[in-house]
């Protein structure tokens, strides 16, 4: 039997139109619309990371794209919603609950961008999107104590159920850096599986590789990085989500 191909998750971050974009981290509304038509158009179906992998789970993951927006910005609510349920599409959206209603203070270089409020995050929650955490604040969990590395991670996720009313099952590391002890204090949290980039050794339910869509990414380039993309990312073992249990540091 051929190996299943490993699952294609893409990570966005900010849907505007802007042309102050330093890290690169911003698709404008029309370039967003057009990648959705692109993922259509192919019998692809834009889900949340959360129902990704239970349907891998049953064996009916075919056709399947995860959709994820890092950091929570105001604009997913104004820009990226009204285009994904056109599309009949859902996604997971990473918030950082010790900063609603505020900015992306931690880019050095700017620009400012605003985040969504509580009041935008239940909007987004009832119209059908998953709601994961991106930590507390957006620190780097690799270079955190203990004390901040809990914070991060149980701490959030309890803000962030008290906010929806739902299970928050997913955690997505900030900047994409995770090591063991990052992994340990994740699974020790509660949550059932992890976003990271190329997690490389670390691959698994709890550091799913991702594939970063910019607003260079024409229908071509599009192509070429779902071509590429299982040559480029290791296949877990495991994609199971995982029952909230105790911490095992290094497991995946």
């Known amino acids: 039997m051929l190996p299943k191909p490993p699952l294609w998750v893409a990570m966005y971050h900010s849907i505007a139109d802007t042309a102050d974009d330093p890290y690169r981290v911003t698709v404008s509304p029309v370039r967003f619309a057009r990648q959705l038509c692109w993922l259509g158009e192919r019998g692809l179906r834009g889900v949340s990371v959360r129902e990704l992998l239970a349907a891998t789970a049953e064996g009916r993951a075919a056709g399947l794209v995860g959709l994820t927006f890092d950091d929570g910005y105001a604009d997913f609510a104004e820009s990226a919603l009204p285009l994904l349920l056109r599309h009949g599409f859902t996604a997971t959206v990473y918030v950082l609950p010790g900063r609603l209603g505020g900015e992306n203070a931690w880019d050095a270089a700017g620009p400012r961008k605003p985040l969504l409020s ?4 239940r909007r987004i929650a009832e119209a059908g999107m998953e709601i994961g ?3 507390l604040t957006h620190v780097p969990l690799t ?6 590395l809990t914070a991060e991670t149980r701490q959030s996720r309890t803000l962030l159920e008290e906010l929806t009313g ?3 099952d997913g955690f997505c590391y900030p900047y994409g850096q995770v090591d063991p002890r990052a992994i340990g204090a994740v699974r020790a949290a509660g949550y059932r599986y ?12 709890y550091a799913l590789p991702r594939v970063h869509i910019g607003e260079d990414d024409t229908a071509w380039r599009l192509a070429a ?7 480029r990312r290791r296949r877990p073992t ?4 995982v029952r909230p249990g105790p911490a095992v540091v290094g497991a995946s």
């Open 194 to 205: 992890a976003c990271a980039i190329d997690p490389g050794p670390y691959t698994g339910a």
């Open 225 to 231: 990085k779902r071509l590429l993309h299982p040559l």
């Open 166 to 168: 739902t299970p928050v």
């Open 238 to 241: 495991d994609l199971t989500p």
């Open 133 to 135: 955490s991106h930590g």
């Open 143 to 148: 270079e955190t104590d203990e004390r901040t």
């Open 118 to 121: 509580g009041d935008g995050i």
